[in-house]
């Protein structure tokens, strides 16, 4: 069984930082991508930034320059470092990874969500 267990959401007041974390867990024969998307209230899952196999990285434009996503495979684990955080971030933020349990078959697995809080 595959599981993304998410850390270090939290309330930070307006310009400040988190680092979110992301570790995997479970057999897996490649990942092809990981992510972060975000869930406010009111509004849909919006993707926030993504990183592929070869570290290729997309992200939002509205955090582009703020947020920046990288991976520790020693860990197993994805980072997400949120700096300048505005009151429009606060949102649950889940990790998302596209793997492949065989060459030729892949999934979508999902983290449990973690609360990102930014007040003014």
């Known amino acids: 069984q595959v599981q993304l267990v998410e850390s270090g959401g939290g309330l930070v007041q307006a310009g400040g930082s988190l680092r979110l974390s992301c570790a995997v867990s479970g057999s897996i024969f490649s990942i092809d991508a990981m992510g972060w998307y975000r869930q406010a209230p009111g509004n849909e899952r919006e993707s926030v930034a993504i990183i592929t196999s070869d570290d290729s990285t997309n992200y939002a434009d509205s955090v582009k320059g703020r947020f920046t996503i990288s991976r520790d495979n020693a860990k197993n684990t994805v980072y997400l470092q949120m700096n300048s955080l505005k009151p429009e971030d606060t949102a649950v933020y889940y990790c998302?990874?596209?793997?492949?349990?065989?060459?030729?078959?892949?999934?979508?697995?999902w983290g449990q969500g973690t609360q990102v809080t930014v007040s003014s």
């Open positions: 998302n990874a596209i793997f492949r349990i065989t060459a030729t078959k892949k999934f979508p697995a």
